[in-house]
């Protein structure tokens, strides 16, 4: 489906600021001078160039350009659905798997963010659902392998985005409010060097430039601020009603005094859709969220600990950006949170389905239906 907005706007300042290093005289924020070679290392003081890097062989393969730029993009926001897909059905099950998936790719405002990529925020969901795709493979087989690079892509995390911390910190928090017994007999020293080493190997370049620049990640940005929560949740809300581009990235029709009539097939299709139902604004999303929030009184066992993980992430990480100062305003800040909403929604469901008995597979697949239809 990201296909499929590809030519549909232009180029915006952030989705296309990872290229200044490269393309732009002395751009970016800070290089590392390795002999007679500059590394650029960072374009803002909490954005790293993990995607300069990534896109200079890109570049000069396939050329500057629209499709050049957001057809990876689209194809790093896809593996993040599979990466999804592999997590849930470790911890919770083939069922929970599907819907949660289902619900996450039909979401339009990760559709979209993944397309357009400003921010950016494709990275950051890949890299931290690899990272802890391989934190369960070392939870299964006990593989050092799997550890040390689990950590070392939370690493790269930071560097991409100093905000995975967000994430990152939620994530530590939630282990040990919720899986201490099973966690501290694997803590040994051993363990706790390779996991320090590895994510500070992956974040070495952010740490270089903290040296360099006394913390220059944390001057000016980390802001206490709790004035401004109620439209924080506000925008918290609209991402996952999926209304919070709206307006945003093109005005809609009632703002535009002569809209453009469809072009093509696909695009008549999507109009008469939206006649048909009334031009809805918002999916049900945020309803199917609460509800299954209803819900989590009724699971059990690893699936109600793996639902309470994925809600402390959740309020952890929002809260930290809620609470600083210029950070939660924007979608491309609460869309980094996903696809924690959808996890807790598949577990519940799908555990919730399983103790109905025969009934509760038809109520989970037209549940989990209505909200991909919306």
């Given at each position: 489906?990201?296909?499929?907005?590809?030519?549909?706007?232009?180029?915006?300042?952030?989705?296309?600021?990872?290229a200044?290093?490269?393309?732009?005289?002395?751009?970016?924020?800070y290089?590392?001078r390795l002999?007679?070679?500059?590394?650029?290392?960072?374009?803002?003081?909490?954005?790293?160039?993990?995607?300069?890097?990534?896109?200079q062989?890109?570049?000069?393969?396939?050329?500057?350009?629209?499709?050049s730029?957001?057809?990876?993009?689209?194809?790093?926001?896809?593996?993040?659905?599979?990466?999804?897909?592999?997590?849930?059905?470790?911890?919770?099950?083939?069922?929970?798997?599907?819907?949660?998936?289902?619900?996450?790719?039909?979401?339009?405002?990760?559709?979209?963010t993944?397309?357009?990529?400003?921010?950016?925020?494709?990275?950051?969901?890949?890299?931290?659902?690899?990272?802890?795709?391989?934190?369960?493979?070392?939870?299964?087989?006990?593989?050092?392998?799997?550890?040390?690079?689990?950590?070392?892509?939370?690493?790269?995390?930071?560097?991409?985005?100093?905000?995975?911390?967000?994430?990152?910190?939620?994530?530590?928090?939630?282990?040990?409010?919720?899986?201490?017994?099973?966690?501290?007999?694997?803590?040994?020293?051993?363990?706790?060097?390779?996991?320090?080493?590895?994510?500070?190997?992956?974040?070495?370049?952010?740490?270089?430039?903290?040296?360099?620049?006394?913390g220059?990640?944390?001057?000016g940005?980390?802001?206490?601020?709790?004035g401004?929560?109620?439209?924080k949740?506000?925008?918290?809300?609209?991402?996952?009603?999926?209304?919070?581009?709206?307006?945003?990235?093109?005005?809609?029709?009632?703002?535009?005094?002569?809209?453009?009539?469809?072009?093509?097939?696909?695009?008549?299709?999507?109009?008469?859709?939206?006649?048909?139902?009334?031009?809805?604004?918002?999916?049900?999303?945020?309803?199917?969220?609460?509800?299954?929030?209803?819900?989590?009184?009724?699971?059990?066992?690893?699936?109600?600990?793996?639902?309470?993980?994925?809600?402390?992430?959740?309020?952890?990480?929002?809260?930290?950006?809620?609470?600083?100062?210029?950070?939660?305003?924007?979608?491309?800040?609460?869309?980094?949170?996903w696809?924690?909403?959808?996890?807790?929604?598949?577990?519940?469901?799908?555990?919730?389905?399983?103790?109905?008995g025969?009934?509760g597979?038809?109520?989970?697949?037209?549940?989990?239906?209505v909200?991909?239809?919306?």
């Amino acid at each position: 489906m990201g296909l499929a907005f590809l030519p549909l706007a232009g180029i915006e300042n952030d989705e296309a600021l990872f290229a200044v290093v490269f393309y732009e005289p002395m751009g970016g924020g800070y290089a590392y001078r390795l002999g007679h070679t500059k590394l650029p290392l960072m374009i803002l003081s909490y954005l790293g160039t993990v995607k300069s890097w990534i896109y200079q062989p890109i570049y000069r393969l396939f050329g500057i350009g629209v499709a050049s730029t957001r057809v990876p993009a689209v194809l790093a926001g896809a593996t993040t659905i599979w990466l999804f897909y592999r997590i849930l059905f470790r911890v919770a099950g083939q069922r929970a798997a599907v819907i949660g998936c289902g619900i996450l790719a039909t979401d339009a405002v990760y559709l979209l963010t993944s397309t357009f990529d400003w921010g950016p925020v494709v990275l950051q969901h890949v890299l931290i659902l690899s990272g802890v795709l391989l934190l369960l493979r070392f939870w299964e087989h006990r593989g050092e392998a799997a550890f040390a690079g689990g950590f070392f892509l939370f690493g790269l995390a930071l560097w991409d985005k100093a905000l995975a911390i967000w994430i990152l910190s939620g994530m530590a928090l939630a282990a040990l409010l919720t899986l201490s017994r099973e966690i501290f007999p694997l803590v040994k020293w051993r363990r706790a060097s390779i996991a320090a080493v590895s994510l500070c190997t992956g974040a070495l370049p952010l740490i270089l430039f903290n040296i360099h620049t006394k913390g220059g990640t944390f001057n000016g940005t980390a802001v206490f601020d709790p004035g401004d929560l109620p439209r924080k949740a506000t925008i918290l809300a609209d991402t996952l009603r999926g209304s919070g581009l709206l307006g945003y990235l093109t005005p809609e029709d009632w703002q535009t005094p002569h809209p453009h009539a469809p072009n093509g097939w696909l695009e008549w299709a999507s109009a008469d859709l939206a006649a048909q139902t009334r031009h809805p604004h918002q999916s049900l999303q945020l309803i199917g969220f609460v509800f299954s929030l209803f819900l989590i009184p009724l699971t059990r066992g690893s699936a109600l600990r793996a639902i309470l993980f994925a809600l402390i992430v959740l309020l952890a990480g929002w809260l930290q950006m809620a609470l600083n100062a210029n950070t939660g305003t924007g979608l491309h800040h609460t869309i980094l949170l996903w696809p924690l909403p959808q996890a807790i929604m598949a577990i519940c469901f799908a555990d919730v389905s399983r103790r109905l008995g025969r009934v509760g597979l038809p109520m989970a697949a037209a549940v989990t239906g209505v909200l991909i239809g919306s």
